[in-house]
Structure formats: C-alpha cells, structure tokens
C-alpha cells in the first residue's frame, strides 16, 4: 500500500489520484472534472503552481487560483489523506479517550521530555523507549523519583494525545513558556511550527533541543537524525540524553504552572461511527428534526498577531449555544483542551438539542478528530455524509473556521475545504486585498464554481453569527425546520 501511494506524488500521466477517486463522493469529483481541477499526481500541482506564479507566466488570477485549488485537493483528498490513513495503519485508529492537558502536565519530580512537531513516527517511539525499564531505573538513581514523563505540544503532540492518551503541554504558542518552567530536560522535534529562538529560550536553562530531521535543522541545537530503520536505538539514545541531563536542572528556576484540565480525545470517523452506533441515521436524523442544526469544522493555528486562543474559544462556544457540533483538529484541539470544552460536563455549555445528543451519547460538543493532517478525516465525514442524505458536501448545513490561522498549510486546507463545497471563515486576514478581483473570486466568485468561499472576519461573534446564518440558510432549501 506504501508503494503504491508514494508514488502518486510523482506519477505521470493525466489519471486523476486514487485516493481521491477512490474516497470522494461523486457529485464532487464531477465538479472538480468539469472545471479542470480533478487533481493527478502531487508533486506535479506544486510544481505546477510554483511555476505559473513565476514572472511572466500566468497572468489571471482566476486561473492561477483554480490551480491553487486543484492542488489543495491533492493534499487534503490525497497527501494527508494518506498519512491519516497510513499512521492509523501503522499505529492504531484513535478511540475515545481520557487524558490532560496545559502545562501542568509538566512534573517536578520527572525528567520531562516534550515532543514538538508533526510527525508521529518519532513521537510514539519516543513515548516508548520512555517506558525502558533500565532508562527509568537510570531516571531515578538519578533522583527523578518519578520517572520519565514525556508530554506533547501542537500536531505530534496531537498524534500520541489521540492514541496513547499522553499528556499535552500546550498549543503552538506555548513553546517557550514549556521550556521557561525550568522542568524541561529535553525538547524532541521533527518540522512544522518549531520557533527557531526556542534554542536562545533554552540556553538560558538547562533544557536540550534536539532536532531529527534532515530537512529541519536548528543553530544551537543538537541534532541526532532519526532514520525509521533504527527508530529503537535513536528514541533510547534521545531520551538517554535527556535522563542524564535531569542532574543539570537549576532548582531555583523550576516555576511549573498548576494549570491543567481534563479532556476526551480520540474521535477518529470509525470513533464517530461507533459512538452512533455503527451507522449516521443517528447524526442524519439529529440533523434534519433539528436537535443538531448543523456541524461546523474548526481548525488551525494560533496566531500572535490575536489574542492566544480567545478567537477559538469564542468562536466554538458561540456555535455549541446556538446547537452545532463543533468538530476541528490541531491547535484548536488543544485551545479547547485547556478551556475544558472538550469534556462531556462541556455539554451544559450547548444549546438545548446538542445538549441532549451529547448527553445520551456521553461526549463532548467538541470533538477533537487529531492533528492539523487529521483535517482529511472530515473531509471523510462530510462525505459520507452527503452521500448519506443523497446530496452533495455544498447543500449539507456545515461551515468551517480557521479563526487564528498562521501557517501556509492552514491555507491549503482552508482551499481544500473551500474545493470541496464548504463555507470557511479566516479570523485572520490574509495578504490578498492587493486585488480586488482575488478578493471577489475568494469570497463570491468561487461559490458558483465549487459551491464553497472564503469568509474574513476578525471579530469571533460576529463570525460565528454569519456561520449560524449559513447554516440556517443550508436548513431552510434542505426544507429542514429552523
Ligand atoms: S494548527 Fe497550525 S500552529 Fe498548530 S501545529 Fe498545526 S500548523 Fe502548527
């Protein structure tokens, strides 16, 4: 199965990608053919698109945002798709679970290790070369009486929080505040979201960080390669350098947060599906009597330039009181992780109807469906979903929000979701009003040509009422009761 999906990132030819014929729902597909943006292998549609934003290439924008879309659908149907799939593959389909979260996870009598990044191979194996008997037995002569804690922060935190239940220290801006807690013996990271000071943070204590990757490498930081085929011998040896740097720690800098809050994760699609039973006539049904008027996705970053998680936060609680199911990934997982939206008793915070789904069923209004590659996992939903009712993704009442959005992924996603028929809010506003024509097509004109658009509005109320509105408007030529 890995061979034959590597190589749909260099495939030649003009046959669309398996993964997206084989998986996206048919009123879809026949979209994307008729306006050209079926996409066929994945590195071709970057290469594509990097080569037509070269100078003097092509000049209209609505042909350079059609490719730009063709290859969102790439990632989202197809590249992330197979690493959701393939990591479930390797480790294991989430399943609900309990574990905590902020940084309190953090303890003062344990060597703490923080994984940070995206990639899960090195994360699990990480977490178990931690449970080496002879590394904890070396942890405590050593005088951590309470062993090895490893803990996660942003997506390879995501990762191990939705299959293992490990504790997650935090979202993407709390990266530095982890290692100015003084308790942090090693900091492991792969790519994505690492702040690049965090080795300057460091030197000021006695914290490690320790780069794996090839293609992500740090000034100051000690770098030790994981290679896959010696993934044992490299997480001991990682976790080894962190144990023996417990006896550096400075006590007197040791300030470790009280913080923490329980919550449940693991809500995969088969998650979903089990907890309904086996079959969506129960969400279907909750959808059209109106106990859950509608499902909104919310996903992405946090972002310096707004207040840490307040957008997140605002924005869910505003949907769950108005009675829709807030589903969503990545750091917006871990912004409700430390609000507490992601317990059960969070159900009291919903409106009457989702209150009482949640209820009956024992979980959250939110549900957190893994790390920002896990955002293809709704797009499975929403599939299913659609073919559930007999209508295609653009007629469901769904919505999706990247409130605090930062990374040039968010965009991907955020397109892919807009290809895919849905309605996405930006909090954050992206560098595009250079151009009014890129302006309207974003926002207006892509809706006639895949039945979604983008939606820019900083304000978290008022985003969450245009998205309720929305959904109400979807409702209404469903001939749904409001
Ligand atoms: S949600 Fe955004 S900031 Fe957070 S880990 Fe993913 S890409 Fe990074």
Redesign the pocket.
């Known amino acids: 199965v890995a061979k034959i999906l590597e190589m749909e990132f260099g495939k030649p030819g003009e046959e669309p990608l398996k993964l997206v014929e084989a998986l996206a729902p048919e009123k879809r597909k026949q979209v994307w053919k008729k306006i050209g943006i079926m996409p066929r292998a994945i590195d071709r549609e970057i290469t594509e698109i990097m080569h037509r934003t070269h100078m003097g290439v092509d000049a209209d924008p609505l042909s350079l945002i059609a490719q730009g879309l063709r290859c969102a659908l790439a990632d989202g149907w197809s590249g992330s798709m197979m690493a959701t799939l393939l990591s479930d593959i390797m480790f294991g389909t989430p399943k609900p679970l309990k574990a905590v979260a902020n940084l309190g996870v953090l303890k003062e009598k344990a060597v703490n290790i923080l994984v940070h990044g ?1 990639n899960p191979v090195l994360s699990m194996k990480i977490v178990e070369a931690a449970e080496d008997p002879e590394l904890v037995e070396l942890a405590k002569k050593l005088g951590a009486e309470e062993g090895i804690n490893v803990v996660g922060m ?2 390879t935190g995501n990762e191990v929080l939705m299959r293992l239940g490990v504790p997650i220290a935090g ?2 801006l709390q990266q530095e505040l982890a290692i100015i807690t003084g308790a942090l013996e090693a900091v492991v990271v792969d790519y ?2 690492i702040m690049p000071a965090i080795v300057d943070v460091a030197s000021c204590y006695h914290t490690k960080v320790i780069t794996t990757e090839p293609k992500a490498h740090i000034p100051g930081a000690l770098h030790i390669e994981f290679e896959p085929a010696h993934a044992d011998e490299i997480a001991k040896k990682i976790v080894r350098i962190a144990v023996e740097n417990f006896p550096n720690r400075i006590k007197e800098k040791v300030q470790i947060p009280e913080e923490k809050m329980e919550l449940m994760a693991g809500f995969s699609v088969e998650a979903i599906l089990e907890a309904l039973g086996g079959t969506l006539d129960p969400l279907a049904n909750a959808l059209k009597e109106g106990k859950i008027k509608g499902i909104a996705g919310v ?4 972002n310096p330039k707004v207040r840490h998680d307040n957008s997140h936060v605002t924005l869910t609680k505003e949907l769950i009181k108005n009675d829709i199911l807030v589903v969503g ?4 997982a871990i912004a409700m992780s430390k609000h507490g939206l992601l317990k059960p008793e969070a159900a009291e915070l919903a409106g009457p109807g989702l209150k009482e789904v949640c209820k009956a069923l024992g979980i959250p209004p939110c549900l957190h469906m893994g ?2 590659v896990d955002c293809s996992r709704m797009l499975l939903v929403l599939g299913a979903l659609a073919d559930h009712l007999g209508v295609d993704i653009p007629d469901l009442p769904v919505a999706g929000s990247a409130p605090e ?3 040039e ?2 965009v991907s996603i955020g397109a892919y979701f807009v290809a895919s028929g849905i309605l996405v809010h930006l909090g954050t506003i992206p560098p595009v009003l250079g151009s009014k024509t890129v302006v309207e097509i974003l926002t207006s004109k892509a809706e006639e040509l895949v039945g979604g658009k983008f939606y820019v509005e900083p304000d978290p109320v008022k985003a969450a009422q245009a998205m309720i509105e929305h959904i109400k408007e979807k409702r209404k030529k469903l001939g749904w009761p409001e």
Do not use: F, P, Y
């Not at 996903?299 to 946090?302: E, N, P």
């Not at 990934?329 to 917006?332: F, K, L, P, S």
């Open positions: 995206h942003c997506c979202n993407m994505q979201c996903v992405g970053c946090v990934t990545g750091c917006w790390s920002c959005w930062m990374s992924k968010a």
